[in-house]
């Protein structure tokens, strides 16, 4: 007996692990040799596509693709119908499937509905990717960035609120109250004492 939820019409293949208290609903098909993480939710109609990664508590939302060479870590957030590729330059008539580009999504970062991540790419800890965005390079950890192609407007606490920063490079976000610290275009956030 699995120790994860599976819709009755979910295509699962054999040869893949999947987390405790998961959930894959309905539509979805779970390609070969995936690993999906423990209490992860897969959202109606998505694709995880072979040898893709997800890490634990991965929320997947409906209508997603998740292609090879796709590494999301840990609290990753994909929004409705956002996509990942994996070659630049497909062509029908031309095998690419030995090209595949690794993309990283890193460990607390959201990427928004109908976004597309350009493959080779990597999101930093807790970015947020903007509804409808177009990544076409790395954004840093803790970055907002929106639009076609992608333009960093600011940075986010690991809430997913917007930073303000201070003439001391400090800003406090106003759900949790941490305080994060901006220095050489790099925010960290700061431990209690």
């Keep these: 007996m699995e120790d994860y939820f599976a819709h009755e019409t979910a295509v699962i293949a054999k040869n893949c692990s999947i ?15 995936c690993v999906i993480g423990n209490q992860c939710n897969i959202g109606q109609n998505v694709v995880v ?17 998740i292609y090879t060479g796709v590494i999301c870590e840990d609290d990753v957030f ?4 956002m ?21 990283l999504v890193k460990k607390g970062a959201s990427i928004g509905a109908n976004a597309t991540i350009i493959c080779g790419n990597t999101i930093g800890e807790f970015a947020f990717v903007g509804a409808g965005s177009v990544v076409t390079k790395d954004v840093l950890p803790y970055a907002l960035v929106v ?12 809430y ?9 490079k400090t800003a406090i976000c106003k759900e949790s109250n941490q305080t ?3 220095k050489n275009n790099t925010v960290k956030k700061l431990e209690d004492d």
């Design 19 to 33: 987390g405790k208290e998961t959930k894959i609903w309905h539509f979805s098909h779970i390609m070969s040799n």
């Design 49 to 65: 596509s072979p040898e893709v990664i997800l890490g634990k508590n991965v929320k997947v939302q409906n209508n997603v693709s």
């Design 78 to 81: 994909l929004g409705p119908s």
């Design 83 to 103: 996509v990942f590729t994996n070659v630049i330059n497909p062509r029908s008539a031309v095998k690419r499937n030995t090209e595949y580009q690794k993309t």
């Design 147 to 158: 639009g076609n192609p992608s333009k960093q407007i600011g940075w986010v606490s690991e």
């Design 160 to 168: 997913g609120h917007v930073l303000e920063f201070n003439e001391n």
């Design 180 to 182: 994060y610290q901006l």
